[in-house]
């Protein structure tokens, strides 16, 4: 089956910096990429996502890239802001029938002052 | 309700006792889905529901863990003889989308403490 790997477990920035977090995927055939968001005692929300038709998307201070041949993406947020501070998850699904995501480890993010 | 709603949000039980877990997806959603967080971990999947049929169930563990949807809607994730393995928080997500990758909307989660 998936297997997804994600780095860093940890990683701290200063507020304005920019936060890079990187996850490696094992089947070629996944083709569905998202990006959940985690708080303190809170349900995962969606961030962002790519499929596998496109290399790169942004949305505001978040972008997503995706490297198939590598079989690699990665998160980018910039100008972080202390309510960026989380754990973050990314996902890997072959969609077909259901959405059956694969999730890695998870990046503690914290952003200070 | 507008969001995946889940009870109990806490179950405190002693070691061989049996836990149902209920799951009340957002309106509409066909697709629902089982996953379970241990602590430092990411939400591994268990079980999917696409309408009242369970449409993929490699992730439950062993024959101890079971979930129903009988009316499409309401899923109820049962386990017996629970094993202090077990705890962990239980995530209920639906989607909109059938057969095709679509966002999942999780719920709170059920977190499951076996004594």
């Known amino acids: 089956g998936e297997n997804v790997e994600q780095h860093p477990s940890t990683l701290s920035v200063q507020e304005g910096d920019s936060a890079v977090i990187k996850c490696t995927y094992s089947?070629?055939?996944?083709?569905?990429f998202p990006w959940y968001k985690q708080e303190l005692g809170k349900r995962p929300q969606l961030i962002i996502d790519?499929?596998?038709?496109?290399g790169e998307k942004k949305d505001q201070r978040i972008a997503v890239t995706l490297n198939k041949t590598a079989k690699h993406f990665s998160l980018h947020i910039t100008e972080t802001q202390p309510e960026d501070s989380a754990v973050y998850f990314c996902?890997?699904?072959?969609?077909?029938?259901?959405?059956?995501?694969?999730f890695g480890t998870g990046t503690q993010l914290k952003v200070e002052l | 309700g507008a969001g995946v709603s889940q009870t109990p949000s806490n179950k405190v039980t002693e070691k061989g006792k049996y836990v149902e877990l209920r799951c009340d997806p957002i309106?509409?959603?066909?697709?629902l889905y089982w996953y379970r967080q241990s602590l430092g971990q990411g939400p591994e999947f268990l079980i999917y529901?696409?309408?009242?049929?369970?449409?993929?169930d490699s992730g439950l563990p062993n024959d101890r863990f079971f979930a129903v949807r009988p009316e499409g809607s309401v899923s109820t994730l049962k386990i017996q003889r629970t094993e202090r393995g077990d705890s962990a928080v239980y995530l209920c997500?639906?989607?909109?989308?059938?057969?095709?990758?679509?966002?999942?909307?999780f719920g709170e989660g059920s977190r499951l403490t076996v004594l």
């Open positions: 089947d070629s055939a996944s083709n569905y």
């Open positions: 996902a890997a699904s072959m969609g077909g029938g259901g959405n059956k995501l694969t």
């Open positions: 997500a639906s989607s909109s989308t059938q057969g095709a990758t679509g966002e999942l909307f």
């Open positions: 790519i499929r596998s038709n496109v």
């Open positions: 529901f696409q309408g009242t049929g369970a449409a993929d």
């Open positions: 309106s509409g959603h066909t697709a």
